[in-house]
Nanobody, 122 residues
Framework: QVQLTESGGGLVQAGDSLRLSCEAS????????MGWFRQAPGKQRTWIAS????????YLTDSIKARFVVTRGTAKNTAFLQINSLKLEDTATYYC???????????????WGQGTQVSVSS
């Protein structure tokens, strides 16, 4: 059974930093990319960042690449999303997912976690 568990969310103030974690287990293929998505209230879930199997290659959407850093743990089954200088518009549920590919892509994700909520206050 595939499980992805996100953690690290919470209520923070604008300007703070936060580090989200994701741990995957039971993924039926290898290698795999790990991606991060977010869903703001009333909006669709959108892709924001990915990290390749090698952990060195990353891909982030333009709107967040100045403040977000995506990394992968040495154990390969963990990924992290560092969010700096949080803004009100970063308020969302953040999800991690895995895709059957070695590179860091924006699509093809087929297993998802339950999400972790990030709420940014002024």
């Amino acid at each position: 059974q595939v499980q992805l568990t996100e953690s690290g969310g919470g209520l923070v103030q604008a300007g703070d930093s936060l580090r989200l974690s994701c741990e995957a287990s039971g993924v039926p293929y290898s290698p795999y990319a790990m991606g991060w998505f977010r869903q703001a209230p009333g909006k669709q879930r959108t892709w924001i960042a990915s990290v390749a199997w090698n952990g060195a290659d990353t891909y982030l959407t333009d709107s967040i690449k100045a403040r977000f850093v995506v990394t992968r743990g040495t154990a390969k089954n963990t990924a992290f999303l560092q969010i700096n200088s949080l803004k009100l518009e970063d308020t969302a549920t953040y999800y991690c997912a895995v895709a059957r590919m070695a590179y860091a892509g924006a699509g093809g994700y087929d297993y998802w976690g339950q999400g972790t909520q990030v709420s940014v206050s002024s």
